[in-house]
């Protein structure tokens, strides 16, 4: 399992780190997002309705039986995560030798 915690669909699989190959972390993420100049009203809006549907039992059941493990970050908090993940992926990309399509 290459994310930092063990999955709920299978908790029984170790983490790299577990399995001995540390800072190697890699997981799959999908976000909400809305244009950069939506009004904060609507921002605040979606990321309730998002809270509220992320912590119904049934959807979060749907995304574990999916292999997927459901996470709600702040506006704020996506905006600084995605920010690391791309920084973190144009190092990754760039020393390998990977060109821009």
């Given at each position: 399992m290459a994310s930092d915690k063990r999955m709920t669909a299978v908790p029984d699989v170790p983490t790299a780190a577990e399995a001995?190959?540390?800072?190697y972390e890699s997981a799959a993420w999908l976000a909400l997002l809305a244009p950069a100049n939506t009004d904060r009203?609507?921002?605040?809006?979606?990321?309730?309705?998002?809270?509220?549907?992320?912590?119904?039992p049934k959807v979060r059941a749907l995304f574990v039986e999916q292999g997927a493990e459901p996470l709600v970050?702040?506006?704020?908090g996506?905006?600084?995560f995605m920010t690391s993940e791309t920084t973190k992926w144009i190092g990754v990309i760039k020393k390998i030798g990977i060109e821009p399509m």
């Open positions: 001995g190959l540390k800072n009203a609507v921002v605040d809006k979606l990321y309730k309705a998002m809270v509220e549907a992320v912590n119904d970050m702040d506006p704020q996506l905006k600084n």
